[in-house]
């Protein structure tokens, strides 16, 4: 039996996917960021945050579904989020 991931697509629904996701988001604060993350390792280690953590397989996707980038693990993609956002 394959394995299959529980990711979450541009539209925000979940789906069952044969990738694994390449990058995690907190569903809460609506942040996606690397899997390795020291940020998102810190909260996952006080607990609590693993109960709203999401998988997308595409940076693309997480940004299609209303996730900003984290500013810890991706600080230029974070700050071209944050001037396109005083532009509008």
Same mark, same amino acid.
Not at 26 to 52: K, N
Not at 74 to 85: C, Q, S, V
């Given at each position: ?26 569903? $809460? ?9 020291? /940020? #998102?390792?810190? +909260?996952?280690? &006080? =607990? ?19 996730? $900003? ?9 974070? /700050? #071209?989020?944050? +001037?396109?956002? &005083? =532009?509008?």
């Amino acid at each position: 039996m394959k394995k299959r991931w529980r990711l979450v697509g541009a539209g925000g629904k979940a789906y069952l996917g044969d990738e694994p996701g390449a990058w995690g988001g907190h569903r $809460r604060s609506r942040i996606y960021g690397r899997l390795d993350c020291p /940020a #998102a390792a810190r +909260a996952i280690a &006080r =607990g609590g945050y693993v109960e709203h953590r999401v998988f997308f397989l595409r940076e693309s996707d997480a940004l299609a579904a209303g996730y $900003r980038p984290c500013g810890i693990c991706m600080p230029a993609a974070y /700050a #071209a989020w944050k +001037a396109a956002r &005083r =532009g509008a």
